[in-house]
Structures are given as C-alpha cells and as structure tokens.
C-alpha cells in the first residue's frame, strides 16, 4: 500500500511538472496545469492511477491547509482600510452575479436548490490566479488591482457561509414538512455551538498566544511547526463536532492565531506544505473531468463558457460603476474576475458529494470553470485595447463620467508653462501642496472620485479623468505646460501617458515615478526625461541614513549620492536628440552638477557682487545664471550684485556645492 501510494505521487509529480512547464511557456496559470493533470492519469484520461481514494485523502489535507493559511494572513484592519469597496462593491458584485446565475440555472430547468448552488458557484472569482497575474503585470497597487483584491477578499469570506449551507441546500429536494431540528435538538446545538464559540474565544485570548511565546522562547523550529499543526488540526477536529467541516475549523484555527504576533512566522512555516497539499486537491478535481463528456458537448460547453465569462466580466464591471470609479478603471476589474474561483471547486465537490447536482451537471461546470481560468491572462491582455475602443465611442464613454469625458469642476482660465501631476496619491498629493507653497501654476488630474473631491477640498484646480486619453490630457493643458510628472500605479497605463504627453508637446519635461529600475528604459524611450524608480531611491536613503549613523561628512555623503545616481541611470539614458548642450556636458565630467541655491535675507553674499567677493576663486562656485523674481540675468560680469531673494544657478562638483551652500545662508559665518 505504502509503495502504491509512492508511485501515485511520483507519476502525479511527474505530468504536474511537464504539463506546468508547458502551460507556463503560455503564460496559463498552474491551477490550470494541476486540473490538466488529474485529467491526464486520472479514470477518464490514461487512467494510470489506480489509488484515487488516496489521492483524495492527500486533497482533504490541502483544502484543510489551504483555509487554515488563509485564517493566518487575514487582517480585519487590513479589510478595514478598504471597506467601502471590499463590503460594498464586493457584496454588489456577489449579488448581481449570484442573482443572474441563478436565474439562467432555474430558466434552463434546474431545480430550486441547484440553481441556488449555481449561484454559488459563478459568484466566486479565483484569488489565487487574479493576484498572481496582476503581480506578473505590475498592476497590484493600480486602482482595478485595488478594486479586485476588496472584491476577492469579499468573494472569500462568503465561500464560508456558502460551504456551510451545502447540508441545508441538500435537505431542500426532501420535501419534508417537518422540522429539520425539534426543540429539544434545537436547544442542543445552540448550547453546542455557544460552548465551541466560548471555547474559541478562550484559546484566541489566553491560551494559544501563551502557548506559542513559550514555544518560541525555545527558538526551535520543529516545536513551533508542531504546535502550529496542533492547533490547526485540533481546533478543526474540536469544531467537527457541531457538525461543521474540517476545513472550517481549520480557518477559525488560522483567525485564532491571526492575532498574535507569531501569524507570520506560522504562514511562512504552513506555506510550503499548503501548497503541496492544495495541489493534489485540484489534480483530484482533474480526474473527475471526463474528456469523452466534453467532446459530446463541445458546443454547449463552449456557449456556457463564452456566457460565463461575458456575464461576469459585464457584472464586476456594474460593482465599480455603481461606487463611481470610472469607466475604464471598472472594465478592467470586471475582466480581471471574469472567470471561476478555486473555492468554487470545494463547494461544486461539496454539492455533488451530498447528491444536490447530478454528474451532467458537475462535469459540465468543472470544464467551464476549468476553462474561464485558463483563459483569465488573454482575457486580461484585450483590457486597453477595449477600454480604447470604449472611450471611443461617445454614447459608452458617458456610462462613467470622467473616464472618457472631462470634469474640472467649473471652467477656469488657459495656463501655460505650468505643471501638470498625474495622479494624485501621496506623490502626486505632496508635490501639489509643495508646488502651492513655491507658487508654481498646477493642474492634476486624476480619475478616482474620492482623491478629485478630496483635492477640491483643499482648493487644488483637478481634471477628473483618465490620463490615458488624449483629451484628458489635453484638457490639462499638456500642450502648453512646461513639466507633466506621471505619479500612478499602473505601469502599462504609466507607459501610454508617457507617450501621449510627449506626442502631444515634444518639448515637455516628462518625470515619471515607477517602482523598478528596470521599467525606466522602456519610459526613457518613449519620451520620459527623468524615472524615479522606487526602489532604487529607498536605497539611497538607506545608505544615506546608514552614512549620517557613521558619522561620514554630509558632502562625502553628496558626493556618494551624486556617483549611485548617475551610474543607476547612465545605461537607461537612450536619447540622442541633441549633442553636445550643457545637460551632455555635465554628464560626461565625472563630479560636476547643475544647482540653484537662493540668497537668504543677511547671508554673506547678501549685496555683494561677484567680483568683490570672488565667489568663483574662493569656492569654486561657478554662477551660470540668477533668477530675480520673474527676470533671468545671464549676462553676468564682476560688477553683478547679489540680493535676498536671488536664486543662483551654480555649476560645480557636488563637494563644491556643499561647502559654499552657507555663504547663502543668512545666520552663516561670513554673514552679517
């Protein structure tokens, strides 16, 4: 037996990994491989495992494991900060999707409590494959990848109530019109599940938390695994008794140690053995599919599938809409939980193993399920190309005011040389209110509807819109501006403003914050001046901090910054359009930078000239240029005066900056 068991797992490994690479060469996700998988060598494939129940023991496991992680990593603070669209776009979503399914279930002549299942089934979306490949496509912290995941999370946490209403779904076809519980066993379960309820409530507060600091105050791992195992079993077996499932259990388990500092230790530790486990549950789903069932059905499976998809990508679209997000923001989130999710599958099991749908029915819903899921990254790739043509059409693009159309909130006069920031989150937000305090003409544009009215509240001239059409940004002003800096989290929307802003003014500065280094010679080609990567600028403040820690002298400190950004960049610089001018200049000398430093009221330079200080001799300090007020002076000369208020455009090595930046400084030695 122990042998048969060994050869099931090594011939499941086997075809998961050969048909995972190839699916993975295709960008499907690996759920769908595992499906493929149990397909292949299950009974109604090449039938080359014969232990199934044993297979199905090991696919209890995962599902157990599988909803114990999902327990550690939930966070009531973390669904609180998106609880307006986790509660009410995600319950609008389960609902239309759940209404809709249920009535095409009970029209195409399926029972009350089979169409009840249906609805079930298809309001679910699988979190496992949309996360995965919003963060394959760098859209996680973009406005739909927000959206998707309070939409998940939501989906989620309404699979339990779902699961557990299996066992009533199945009393419904009895027609018994007596009581499902007397009394007397009314009273029972409800001491029962008050009792388990207490009991829980004990562990979450008290025991548990105690238990696992003694464990860890041991530093051994095997320990912290076995009482991490302990409690997640024994809470599952404690909960089996009020009739629950195990795999229920196990998620309160996951909720109990939630709380506790040792969550994430205890996921880190669960993760690997989830993983291994919840993939035997889908090559054990696989092996139910019927190929020979598919092929005699081809036609309606194909309609069902092609239903599938369209209704649920045009009702998650409806979620969004209704909250006011615009138009392209909510296509995108409705194609993104336009298929099938993998709770879906546990509680399709669930119903077909109490007898509540027939095995016609399950068949057919395991292929279309199968199917939406693998279709899930194509579906997702026609998201610009739709939203474009969308927002091409006049009589669509007013369905969401604000996406294809303008709204700025009343007229306000033409702008130029003034600067545009796309995207009002907390860079776009702060180099608003610092643009403000410099005086520097602004305009922002931005499509959530809650960042707009909370930049009109402090006074902020805002276009609502999408960047990523034209006529938002023309409406902006980019044609006449001097600066556009591009401040969004969708990187491929990021790549498509970039181009816009620079088609429509090829003279203007484009500065485009974005996460990677890697992405900024792609941006660099397509017009941007100047990237930001995120992750590069974290580390410099880092070792910047780490520098000032050891005591190193702020212009050693300069000169190190000055050297990491230039080599950071220099490869990613790709455009030529101009040789030989001064930013060429300075790039080719190793140490030499352009900066501007102001004259403070009674600093040393404070109505000195140039050549009576002899600024260039003493410092190093060569001045290109001062800016008076609305004046440049460029034609300078010895006889030229400094006054408070002058900003001077010097040319140095950042060494030379640092240690002549006092000279401005009113209260420096020197000033008067």
């Not at 938002?472 to 969004?488: D, E, F, K, N």
């Not at 240029?625 to 460029?634: H, L, Y």
Request: hydrophobic content about 55%.
């Amino acid at each position: 037996m122990e042998l048969g068991l060994i050869a099931n797992i090594l011939i499941v490994f086997a075809v998961a990994l050969f048909v995972g690479m190839v699916f993975n060469r295709i960008k499907v996700p690996p759920l769908v491989a595992f499906i493929l998988t149990g397909a292949i060598v299950g009974p109604y494939g090449l039938s080359v495992i014969k232990g199934q129940d044993q297979v199905a023991s090991l696919a209890e496991l995962g599902i157990i494991l599988l909803l114990f992680t999902i327990g550690l990593e939930f966070s009531f603070k973390d669904l609180w900060k998106i609880r307006a669209i986790a509660i009410v776009g995600g319950m609008l979503q389960v609902l239309l999707s759940f209404a809709f399914f249920f009535g095409l279930a009970f029209v195409l002549g399926l029972s009350v409590n089979q169409a009840i299942l249906m609805g079930f089934l298809f309001s679910l979306s699988s979190t496992a494959i949309v996360l995965k490949i919003l963060h394959e496509r760098g859209e996680m912290d973009s406005p739909h990848g927000s959206i998707a995941l309070g939409i998940l999370i939501f989906q989620d946490l309404m699979a339990i109530p779902m699961i557990m209403a299996i066992p009533f779904l199945a009393s419904i076809p009895l027609q018994d019109t007596t009581p499902l519980l007397s009394p007397e066993a009314l009273v029972t379960l409800v001491i029962e599940d008050l009792a388990i309820v207490l009991v829980l409530i004990v562990l979450a507060k008290w025991i548990v938390p105690r238990v696992m600091h003694e464990i860890a105050r041991t530093r051994n791992q095997e320990l912290f695994l076995l009482v991490v195992i302990l409690t997640c079993f024994g809470v599952a077996w404690m909960v089996s008794f009020t009739g629950m499932s195990l795999a229920i259990g196990a998620l309160l388990a996951g909720l109990i140690i939630s709380g506790s500092e040792y969550s994430h230790q205890a996921t880190s530790i669960v993760l690997p053995f989830r993983d291994i486990f919840t993939s035997f549950f889908f090559i054990s789903v696989g092996m139910l599919v019927d190929i020979r069932f598919l092929i005699a059905n081809i036609w309606i499976v194909l309609f069902l599938i092609a239903i599938a998809i369209l209704a649920k990508a045009l009702l998650a679209t409806a979620a969004p809409l209704a909250l006011g997000y615009p138009l392209r923001t909510a296509v995108m989130t409705g194609l993104a939980l336009a298929q099938v999710g993998e709770f879906s599958f546990i509680i399709a099991q669930s119903g077909f193993s109490a007898g509540i749908i027939p095995s016609g029915i399950y068949q057919t819903f395991l292929i279309v399920a199968l199917m939406t899921m693998a279709a899930t990254p194509f579906v997702l790739g026609i998201g610009q190309p739709l939203t474009g043509w969308l927002c091409s059409k006049p009589s669509l693009a007013r369905i969401a005011r604000g996406t294809c159309i303008v709204d700025e909130n009343g007229k306000s006069p033409e702008k130029t040389d003034h600067l545009v920031i796309i995207g009002y989150g907390v860079t776009g937000r702060n180099l608003a209110r610092t643009a403000a305090r410099s005086g520097v003409v602004h305009t922002i544009v931005e499509l959530n509807p809650d960042l707009v009215k909370a930049a009109r509240n402090e006074g902020e001239s805002v276009v609502f819109g999408d960047a990523t059409a034209g006529g938002v940004l023309s409406h902006a002003g980019v044609p006449a501006a001097r600066i556009a800096v591009v401040a969004i989290n969708d990187p491929i929307a990021t790549r498509k403003i970039v181009a816009l802003c620079h088609s429509l003014n090829p003279a203007l500065t484009i500065i485009v914050r974005t996460r990677y280094v890697s992405e900024a010679k792609d941006l660099h080609s397509l017009g941007a001046d100047e990237v930001i990567a995120e992750e590069f600028e974290t580390s410099v403040e880092i070792f910047t901090l780490v520098l000032h820690k050891y005591f190193v002298p702020r212009d050693q400190i300069e000169t190190f910054i000055h050297d990491v950004r230039a080599d950071g960049y220099q490869m990613l610089r790709t455009r030529n359009t101009v040789e030989t001018t001064l930013p060429d200049l300075v790039r080719h000398i190793p140490h030499i930078t352009i900066a501007s430093l102001m004259v403070e009221p009674g600093s040393a330079l404070d109505g000195m000239t140039l050549g009576g200080y002899n600024l260039r001799k003493r410092t190093n300090l060569l001045i290109l240029a001062i800016r008076r007020g609305d004046q440049t002076i460029t034609g300078l000369s010895g006889e030229t005066e400094l006054h408070a208020g002058d900003i001077a455009i010097i040319y140095a090595s950042p060494v030379d900056i640092a240690k002549g930046t006092g000279l401005f400084l009113s209260g420096s030695p020197g000033s008067r």
